[in-house]
């Protein structure tokens, strides 16, 4: 009796994993076979990247500031340890 429970529940395991690993197979490929379709029918349009970004006009003033509060913080930062 007890050896026809464990042949049952190992018969039950295998089915089940079976089944995991076969959707998730499926899934892989549909998911492959549909991100190849989208990148040949709907292809990104390429844009244009400048070289360089230009700065702001006041990008300079900001940064200057920017330096300045990242020092404060981090003195009192190291103070307080």
Do not use: C, W
């Not at 079976?18 to 899934?27: D, E, N, S």
């Not at 300079?60 to 930062?77: F, G, R, T």
């Amino acid at each position: 009796m007890q050896g026809n429970i464990m042949a049952q529940g190992v018969e039950l395991m295998v089915f089940g994993m079976g089944t995991v690993v076969a959707f998730l197979a499926l899934l892989v490929v549909a998911t492959t076979v549909m991100s190849s379709l989208v990148g040949r029918y709907f292809p990104e349009p390429h844009k244009p990247s400048p070289s360089r970004p230009q700065p702001a006009p006041g990008a300079v003033q900001d940064d200057a500031e920017l330096v300045a509060a990242i020092s404060a913080a981090l003195h009192q930062h190291r103070r307080k340890k």
